[in-house]
């Protein structure tokens, strides 16, 4: 992800936190989802399931009263990051709750994830989940000299959400072994998260909880610790912009950071910490194609309509001890190959993430290049061979409203300037106040997962039907000067 983002999150008996102990009131149960493994000779399915990240669960002692409110910890409760992590214990979900308290629900290859959920305990907002290889571990993919697919279905995605894929550098126990003892709830529970934003939203890092300078007035409320690690977006959309963006880290696997080595944005530090917080991104309207992707008939890309996402990551040998040296992207829709857009930014070249493109384009548009400074292409490749766990999520953005991906970003730069527009939306209508009240029913849906050999998973989407818009294609600016 381009920008820090915090999941909006369920106010389920005003406890949003996320604990280390195992609750027994409600025994965990995991959605299934099959995925694909595929090699030059065809694919094969196996059934795996997904995780609710820990981070919206309910936390209590034991019993029935909450280790966090309102935002606050309960100092009884909480009083130290140890006592706190000794005293409360994370619950499990059910199948139901998945459906009915978060909005997920799977069926077959099919994962949907919902907007807006509302239950007599509270609201929920979005979600973010994990792929599992058991019940106790998460599914590590090691992409370098491999290629990715999934079917994005964006059509209920309105400006101002981001329906998002991708994969961080977890530990594959969700941090039970790094925590020595205190995270006992580990994968199972969808602890452990991490990512190049270095968030620190996080209610618990390596079995600690966070509780050290936690401010509840934050939006979202966040502690003094935030958690590091490489991260790779294969998608991030909605049915008016996306892009895709590697993200290096100079650090190995998660990594509990303080201070300047976050490189937090309150602190003027974002180029001062572990990880590249921009990345390297490739979002086609920003490099000058403004008709590449976008809804109905008249883009090339049909965001109204299923698609397949194929990122094949190419190393310098073709083999998997080579160097990362390239990642590409198509789309298959309707049964035709859509090969990715072209740059028409001036001294800009090429249609997919190389080392060049990325210090071409930080030079176009003035960027400071993190990117290269990270490591680039190799270091990312170097995290994809040590393994990377599947996210996917739906959110909003309550620190920038989601105008990095189809806005004009940053604020305080004309829209003419090189980078700065990065899609049609208007820079009013994408705050989680305005989105939450007029897409409740947003929702997403990724399907047909599939991982394999350079050229293997190839697939094919459905197609939709219609050409009319609907209420979620509202708040894109029209081109003409009627309104920009």
């Given at each position: 992800?381009?920008?820090?983002w915090?999941p909006?999150?369920l106010a389920l008996?005003?406890?949003t936190s996320?604990?280390?102990?195992?609750?027994?009131h409600v025994?965990?149960?995991?959605?299934?989802?099959?995925?694909?493994?595929?090699?030059?000779?065809?694919?094969?399915?196996?059934?795996?399931?997904?995780?609710l990240?820990?981070?919206?669960?309910?936390?209590?002692?034991?019993?029935?009263t909450n280790?966090y409110?309102?935002?606050?910890?309960?100092?009884?409760?909480?009083?130290?990051?140890?006592?706190c992590?000794?005293n409360?214990h994370?619950d499990?979900?059910?199948?139901?709750?998945?459906k009915d308290?978060y909005?997920?629900s799977?069926?077959?290859?099919e994962l949907?994830?919902?907007f807006?959920?509302?239950?007599?305990?509270?609201?929920?907002?979005?979600s973010r989940?994990y792929l599992?290889?058991?019940?106790?571990a998460?599914?590590?993919?090691?992409?370098?000299?491999?290629?990715?697919?999934?079917?994005?279905?964006?059509a209920?995605?309105?400006?101002?959400l981001n329906?998002?894929?991708y994969f961080v550098e977890?530990?594959?126990?969700g941090?039970?072994s790094r925590s020595?003892?205190?995270?006992?709830?580990g994968?199972?529970y969808?602890t452990?998260?991490c990512?190049?934003q270095?968030?620190?939203?996080?209610?618990?890092i390596?079995g600690l909880a966070?509780?050290?300078?936690?401010?509840?007035?934050?939006?979202?409320p966040?502690?003094?610790a935030g958690?590091c690690?490489?991260?790779?977006?294969?998608?991030?959309?909605?049915?008016?912009?996306e892009?895709?963006?590697?993200?290096?880290?100079?650090?190995?696997g998660?990594?509990?950071?303080?201070g300047?080595e976050?490189?937090?944005n309150a602190?003027?530090?974002?180029?001062?910490?572990v990880?590249?917080?921009?990345?390297c991104?490739?979002?086609?309207y920003?490099?000058?194609?403004?008709?590449?992707?976008?809804?109905h008939?008249k883009?090339?890309?049909?965001?109204?309509?299923k698609?397949?996402?194929?990122?094949q990551?190419?190393?310098?040998?073709?083999?998997d001890?080579g160097?990362?040296v390239d990642?590409?992207r198509?789309?298959?829709?309707?049964?035709v190959v859509?090969?990715?857009?072209n740059?028409s930014?001036?001294?800009?070249n090429g249609?997919?993430?190389?080392?060049?493109?990325?210090n071409e384009?930080?030079?176009?548009f003035?960027?400071?290049?993190d990117?290269?400074?990270h490591g680039?292409?190799?270091a990312?490749?170097?995290?994809?061979?040590?393994?990377?766990?599947?996210v996917?999520s739906?959110w909003?953005?309550?620190?920038?409203?989601?105008?990095?991906l189809?806005s004009?970003?940053p604020?305080n730069?004309?829209?003419?300037?090189?980078g700065?527009a990065?899609?049609?939306c208007?820079?009013?209508t994408g705050s989680?106040?305005?989105?939450r009240?007029k897409?409740?029913?947003?929702?997403t849906?990724y399907?047909?997962?599939k991982?394999?050999?350079?050229?293997?998973?190839?697939l094919?989407t459905r197609s939709?039907s219609?050409?009319?818009?609907d209420?979620f294609?509202?708040?894109r600016?029209l081109?003409?000067s009627?309104?920009?």
């Amino acid at each position: 992800m381009a920008f820090y983002w915090a999941p909006a999150v369920l106010a389920l008996l005003a406890a949003t936190s996320v604990s280390q102990k195992i609750g027994t009131h409600v025994q965990e149960a995991h959605p299934p989802l099959e995925m694909s493994t595929c090699t030059a000779s065809g694919c094969t399915t196996e059934m795996k399931s997904i995780v609710l990240d820990s981070n919206w669960r309910w936390v209590h002692n034991g019993q029935y009263t909450n280790c966090y409110k309102d935002g606050a910890w309960v100092e009884s409760l909480c009083p130290d990051p140890e006592t706190c992590a000794k005293n409360c214990h994370i619950d499990g979900a059910t199948v139901a709750d998945y459906k009915d308290t978060y909005g997920i629900s799977t069926s077959g290859n099919e994962l949907d994830l919902g907007f807006v959920v509302e239950t007599k305990y509270g609201t929920n907002f979005g979600s973010r989940v994990y792929l599992l290889e058991n019940e106790h571990a998460y599914k590590m993919f090691h992409l370098k000299n491999r290629e990715f697919s999934v079917d994005v279905d964006m059509a209920r995605m309105p400006c101002g959400l981001n329906g998002a894929i991708y994969f961080v550098e977890m530990d594959a126990d969700g941090g039970q072994s790094r925590s020595k003892g205190l995270n006992e709830a580990g994968a199972g529970y969808g602890t452990g998260y991490c990512d190049a934003q270095c968030p620190h939203d996080m209610k618990f890092i390596n079995g600690l909880a966070n509780t050290v300078d936690w401010n509840s007035t934050s939006d979202p409320p966040v502690g003094k610790a935030g958690i590091c690690c490489a991260e790779m977006d294969i998608w991030e959309a909605n049915s008016r912009a996306e892009a895709y963006t590697p993200h290096p880290c100079s650090v190995t696997g998660p990594y509990a950071c303080e201070g300047t080595e976050c490189g937090d944005n309150a602190k003027n530090d974002r180029y001062k910490g572990v990880c590249d917080k921009d990345g390297c991104d490739f979002n086609p309207y920003r490099m000058g194609d403004k008709d590449y992707y976008g809804r109905h008939q008249k883009f090339k890309v049909d965001s109204t309509k299923k698609l397949t996402v194929v990122t094949q990551f190419i190393t310098s040998d073709g083999t998997d001890a080579g160097d990362l040296v390239d990642i590409r992207r198509y789309y298959v829709q309707d049964g035709v190959v859509v090969q990715n857009g072209n740059s028409s930014i001036a001294g800009v070249n090429g249609n997919s993430i190389t080392d060049e493109f990325c210090n071409e384009m930080k030079t176009a548009f003035g960027d400071i290049n993190d990117f290269k400074k990270h490591g680039g292409l190799k270091a990312m490749g170097e995290a994809l061979a040590r393994g990377m766990v599947l996210v996917m999520s739906l959110w909003d953005d309550s620190l920038s409203d989601m105008l990095w991906l189809d806005s004009d970003y940053p604020l305080n730069k004309t829209p003419g300037t090189p980078g700065v527009a990065r899609g049609p939306c208007k820079t009013t209508t994408g705050s989680p106040k305005y989105v939450r009240a007029k897409y409740p029913h947003a929702s997403t849906q990724y399907s047909n997962i599939k991982v394999g050999t350079i050229g293997s998973t190839q697939l094919q989407t459905r197609s939709g039907s219609g050409s009319g818009d609907d209420g979620f294609g509202d708040d894109r600016r029209l081109r003409a000067s009627v309104l920009v």
